[in-house]
């Protein structure tokens, strides 16, 4: 069946800041936990895989969105990672959030995914850094 | 239209220390993982016998990254053609694979995940370093290690 249901400026907007202001819930700055193996089936699921590292967000942590897009304020790097792995997937929690809090997940890979590493490879003591992150809201 | 969400990985640097530490552990690693961990570490001391490369810089896919509070722009030094045909034999692959096939440095991701982290940190750790290393010599330009853009 067709969906022919459109959402304007004005709700993409209210979409995206609803989704991004979440991160900024608890005491922040929300945070960013980048983990090995495949992404839990449910954003509420434990965990899997192995912690790598986490990346803290900026408070607040995302602009004002427009058209539809948020875009992410400075993104810290962890200067030491925790464990070295293959980055597969990520979760947002507010600072205060417990694992099975998390707000959103998604994805890591050197291309295709939601979150692009050039080298998705970690190495414990080393450095992650996220350079843009964007939550986009579509018209449908 | 493209979402960005770029992230970036930067290893410690490495040094013949190191490196022989390195090769120790593979030598008592399973089977798969000491050979190609040993191959990996033969990678890194082919690359070592030439100088770094002197060719002009060019941005890193990551951009510009937040480290210690100060904003980092960050660059990748390209090798020359010679190097690259010089290491070629020693580096895994990390182009795409038509189909749903595995790369080199996709495979030996996955072998060395099997190393535990809490029963054999060590290992893990040298393993996915000498891989890190090996990803930055596949994409044909000097590693930019964490160190280099740490303030």
């Known amino acids: ?140 | 239209m493209v979402t960005p969400r770029i992230g970036g990985s930067f290893a410690p640097s490495i040094d013949e220390a190191k490196l022989a530490t390195y090769r120790t552990l593979a030598e008592s690693a399973p089977d798969m993982v000491r050979v190609e961990m040993l191959k990996l570490c033969d990678m890194v001391a082919v690359f070592w016998e030439t100088p770094r490369s002197t060719l002009p810089g060019t941005p890193h896919p990551v951009g510009q990254v937040q480290v210690n509070g100060r904003v980092i722009s960050t660059w990748v030094t390209p090798l020359a053609q010679e190097e690259i045909d010089r290491i070629w034999d020693h580096v895994p692959w990390s182009s795409a694979v038509p189909g749903e096939h595995l790369n080199e440095c996709e495979a030996l991701g996955q072998l060395f995940g099997g190393i535990s982290n809490e029963t054999n940190k060590p290992l893990r750790d040298a393993a996915f370093h000498l891989l890190w290393i090996g990803v930055e010599l596949s994409k044909d330009r000097e590693p930019l290690f964490s160190d280099q853009i740490t303030p």
């Open chain 1, 1 to 140: 069946m067709a969906n022919l249901f459109k959402l304007g400026t004005v709700c993409r907007d209210a979409a995206a800041n609803g989704i991004v202001d979440a991160l900024d819930g608890g005491t922040p700055p929300g945070r960013m936990e980048h983990r090995t193996g495949a992404q839990p089936t449910n954003v509420a699921d434990a965990s899997s895989g192995t912690l790598l590292g986490t990346n803290l967000f900026s408070n607040p942590a995302f602009g004002a969105s427009s058209t539809g897009v948020a875009t992410a304020s400075a993104i810290s790097s962890d200067t030491n990672a925790d464990a070295s792995g293959t980055a597969g997937y990520f979760r947002w929690y507010t600072g205060a959030g417990g694992d099975t809090a998390a707000l959103a997940q998604g994805n890591t890979a050197t291309s295709g995914a939601d979150l692009n590493f050039d080298n998705n490879v970690i190495v414990a003591g080393g450095v992650i850094a996220v350079s843009a992150f964007t939550v986009t809201m579509p018209i449908s």
